[in-house]
């Protein structure tokens, strides 16, 4: 039974995500498809002077290691997407097999479902540079089944997941929601938050986060943000509803059933998923609650298989019915608004050198990467009407595109003035 659960689960998520393989480059892909070409395995690691060229701002070394792998298939977007929907999928099996532990098959697997199917989900299977969060989920989950059996095994998971991602530093505090043995087996994992801490430092001398702390009106406005995240975008007031009226029903009659130990659970996944992510509450983009979303629907399915009620597993099963729903109309929206920036960058990486001077919107950056990936000259390109104005761009040779992503004539609209 098991099995066939996680085999369903499968074909679930390669289905309901398949269209990811149409994918491009988008935002920071490019630059970290050139680190990843240029960056010897191990200054990823070791040498701090090379690492920085990524970021100095924070230490997730395995991503790199992760498109390195891609680049063994050449610099081709459908192979870098195809290794992204395969690492969600296995998250969302080896979710199913975390949340079995704890309750009946058919709620881990209802859990699981929710999961693949939620606004987090279809965000970062098509969003190439948030590879190391799911990646990250991964080998926090495998850290989580290994650890009654295995700690130490468990530990080296653990800090794996740190270094694909910091936000799963707090894992300890549910490996010791789930201890039943004596304290000693916090050595490991201390060992290997001690590592990482250490490696972090001396790579980027980063002690604390790399945020300033948020101002307390910041932090009060993450729960409303946190709820968006949670569902996504709604398109109507039904799906907000139906997940707010499941989602209080659930974790009311848990707290009233199972009381204290209902309430610990609650709190201790709430301050694994929030904690590392409160400093960032000023600019709180959507790969932020990637992992916060996995914990929460971690939590909302343990409490709905401990009331263990067919009403339970109908509220839990709707909420993943709505989400999947949901998720047909979110993916639409995501790839309208990135193809003016797809089809700016498809421009620069597949048009000869002499072709007309692109007007272009998307940050220099990802249109520079675009360019140096060719290894050979590209279009130019502009982001500012200042070059018409001193002269550097002939407006009438210039192109663009517009709201419909199609190229035109820059002189037919006023994108960069006249």
Avoid at 330 to 357: F, K, L, M, W
Wanted: with cysteine; aromatic share 12%.
């Amino acid at each position: 039974m098991p099995h066939a659960c996680a085999a369903a689960l499968i074909v679930f998520t390669l289905l309901l995500h398949a269209d990811a393989l149409s994918g491009w480059w988008l935002y920071d892909d490019p630059q970290l498809v050139l680190e990843a070409q240029r960056q010897p395995l191990t200054s990823l690691f070791f040498n701090s002077a090379e690492y920085v060229h990524l970021a100095a701002h924070t230490f997730v070394p395995l991503q790199l290691v992760s498109y390195k792998i891609d680049l063994l298939f050449g610099v081709r977007p459908v192979v870098f997407y195809a290794h992204q929907l395969l690492a969600l999928t296995l998250a969302v099996v080896l979710l199913f097999f975390v949340l079995r532990q704890y309750v009946d098959e058919k709620f881990a697997a209802v859990g699981a479902a929710l999961f693949a199917s939620s606004w987090a989900a279809t965000y970062a299977v098509r969003t190439l540079m948030i590879r190391h969060y799911v990646e990250g989920l991964v080998l926090a989950l495998i850290a989580l089944l290994l650890w009654r059996r295995r700690p130490v095994a468990a530990s080296f998971f653990y800090l794996l997941a740190m270094l694909a991602k910091e936000i799963y530093a707090p894992l300890p505090l549910l490996f010791l929601l789930i201890e039943r043995e004596p304290r000693r087996r916090f050595a490991s994992p201390a060992v290997a938050l001690a590592i990482y801490l250490f490696w972090r430092w001396r790579m980027t001398q980063l002690v604390g986060g790399y945020a300033p702390f948020p101002s307390p009106r910041e932090i009060a406005g993450m729960p409303p943000m946190l709820w968006a995240h949670l569902i996504g975008p709604a398109y109507s007031l039904v799906a907000p509803l139906i997940w707010a009226i499941a989602i209080a029903s659930i974790f009311i009659v848990y707290l009233v059933r199972d009381r204290g130990r209902a309430a610990l659970l609650i709190v201790t996944i709430a301050a694994v998923a929030i904690a590392p992510i409160v400093a960032l509450a000023a600019n709180f983009e959507w790969r932020y609650s990637f992992a916060f979303v996995a914990c929460a629907i971690a939590a909302l399915t343990i409490a709905a298989g401990r009331v263990n009620r067919r009403w339970s597993l109908l509220a839990l099963s709707l909420l993943a019915i709505t989400a999947t729903a949901m998720s047909f109309p979110q993916r639409r929206d995501y790839r309208a608004q990135t193809r003016i920036v797809e089809a700016e960058g498809r421009y620069i990486a597949a048009e000869p050198p002499t072709a007309a001077p692109l007007g272009a919107t998307a940050p220099e950056w990802y249109l520079g990467g675009l360019a140096q990936l060719r290894h050979a000259p590209s279009p130019r390109y502009f982001l500012s009407r200042f070059a018409i104005v001193a002269g550097e761009v002939d407006p009438s040779r210039a192109v663009t595109f517009n709201a419909n992503a199609l190229l035109v004539p820059l002189t037919s609209t006023t994108s960069f003035g006249t």
